[in-house]
């Protein structure tokens, strides 16, 4: 069965324009969650939805990401006026309620 | 906040011995769930074993076992066999009751033939 799919699988962009990541959960799954990793690192939490909400946004490292999630499905992650900082992997992974999480292939992004 | 800690930033095994990846975790819940994720370097996320606070008995999925301390705050990986296949990052995660979920900075694993 189809798994958890992101597009771009990469994005190069400058600094200070802004970018939209897709993710796209296993059919079913409520929850969906997005992390960041950058090179050589472990995965940092962003956000988490339940459905189209997202009771947890504390991982949301500033005011320049935003996320979200129609339909109970498709998610998208918006960077605002992006940051040589903001390069790196972006994950999501979605799941059932209270079960594994099944993460997707990642977006890799650059900013020149 | 729940923290995981995983102290060893690299281990080497040589193939077909046994390797154990530590992991410990900080909290003060009682349910949860413990997870280790394998990423290669093709990056996908794998999850090898997952392990339910309240089951006393440690998770085995073949050739990979835990050994689980819930006093002790500890979540341990062991391979056995090491196969060439299982070189990669190793991630210890910790996920609450609320969904909550925490990783580990990860363990690189290199497996000598």
């Known amino acids: 069965g189809a798994g958890v799919s992101q597009s771009p699988s990469n994005k190069v962009t400058e600094k200070g324009k802004d970018v939209e990541l897709r993710c796209d959960p296993i059919s079913g799954h409520t929850a969906l969650y997005w992390y960041r990793q950058s090179l050589g690192q472990g995965l940092e939490f962003l956000i988490y939805?339940?459905?189209?909400?997202?009771?947890?946004k504390s991982g949301l490292p500033s005011d320049r990401f935003s996320a979200e999630r129609t339909g109970g499905s498709v998610s998208t992650l918006t960077i605002q006026r992006t940051q040589q900082e903001d390069s790196a992997v972006y994950l999501c992974a979605s799941s059932p309620v209270w079960e594994t999480q099944y993460f997707g292939p990642g977006t890799r992004l650059l900013v020149l | 906040a729940q923290t995981v800690t995983q102290s060893q930033p690299e281990m080497s095994v040589q193939e077909a011995e046994t390797v154990t990846l530590s992991c410990t975790y900080d909290?003060?819940?009682?349910?949860?769930?413990l997870f280790w994720y394998k990423q290669p370097p093709s990056r996908q996320m794998i999850l090898v074993i997952r392990q339910e606070a309240y089951k006393q008995q440690n998770a085995t999925e073949n050739r990979f076992s835990v050994n689980f301390q819930k006093a002790a705050k500890s979540f341990s990986l062991k391979i056995s066999d090491s196969q060439l296949g299982d070189a990669a990052m190793y991630f210890c995660a910790y996920r609450s009751y609320n969904n909550d979920m925490r990783f580990g900075a990860g363990t690189r694993l290199t497996v000598k033939p």
């Open positions: 909290t003060s819940e009682s349910d949860y769930y």
């Open positions: 939805f339940q459905g189209n909400s997202a009771p947890d």
